[in-house]
């Protein structure tokens, strides 16, 4: 059972971003930082009188060389918001995957990702090696959470 107590949580994961148009895959992979907020946001979901918070949205940006902090409460350059189409949870590790599909914004370098809260705070932030996006093609992104005792 995880505690519920944010000083006896640890939450890690990683981040994949995959760029599919038709002639092209690239494929980026990182560890991402769950912001404070976020552990906030994921405590709330545990406690009984708070369980209608959920992990809804995942949001890119352009200002990943401005790195990530454990006190960030938005991307530092937040240029688009997809929805969440599919969530699994599975003991401690939950997944999330979302998509920035080929008719929306943007149309440049993405090179920050986060998952967004129901209640639009950030859960976490990673930065990756910048992937293009244009209006051909797709941004598929997974991330994992693991959610452990420290």
């Not at 519920?4 to 949580?9: A, E, G, I, N, Y």
């Not at 990530?68 to 590790?93: C, P």
């Not at 967004?116 to 797709?138: F, W, Y």
């Amino acid at each position: 059972m995880i505690s519920k107590h944010k000083s006896d949580m640890k939450a890690s994961g990683t981040v994949k971003v995959a760029k599919i148009s038709e002639d092209e895959i690239q494929i980026r992979k990182t560890k991402n930082v769950t912001v404070e907020v976020g552990h906030k946001e994921i405590l709330d979901s545990l406690r009984e009188e708070t369980q209608d918070i959920t992990i809804s949205q995942i949001a890119v940006g352009t200002g990943g060389q401005n790195g990530t902090s454990v006190g960030d409460t938005n991307l530092n350059n937040r240029v688009a918001v997809g929805e969440i189409f599919n969530s699994t949870s599975v003991n401690q590790k939950a997944t999330f995957s979302g998509l920035i599909g080929a008719n929306s914004n943007p149309t440049n370098d993405i090179d920050e990702i986060g998952l967004l809260s129901n209640r639009g705070e950030l859960i976490n932030h990673a930065t990756i090696a910048p992937v293009s996006k244009d209006s051909n093609s797709i941004i598929l992104i997974t991330v994992d959470l693991q959610i452990t005792d420290k």
